[in-house]
């Protein structure tokens, strides 16, 4: 990325150089899910993960937004990770809906 467009902040925990970003997308690729922490909007957290096709391909995405405490800020995304790979490794999401099917 040569980008040196300018980042609109939405909070102060916006990322927004590039560097930061690389920074982001280097520990997400390493946990295997992303984390939007307060940056968009103050109190609103999310994860994502995605789901793999056989080929282990991102084929969709499942994502968990939520308002937790700040007492509750690590603990709160425990649940939904367990839950997406349980999920997944279930063959709940893939194997039971082909890729081009509405998952709701």
Known sequence: MSCAASVRRFTHRTIA?????????EKTRRRGYAVDDEELEEGLRCIAVPVLDAQRMPVRRLASPGRPSASRRKSCLQSPISSCNACVASRRIWGTHPPDAAIG
Do not use: H
Not at 17 to 25: F, H, K, N, S, Y
């Open 17 to 25: 150089t590039v560097e930061a970003l690389r920074a982001e997308m």
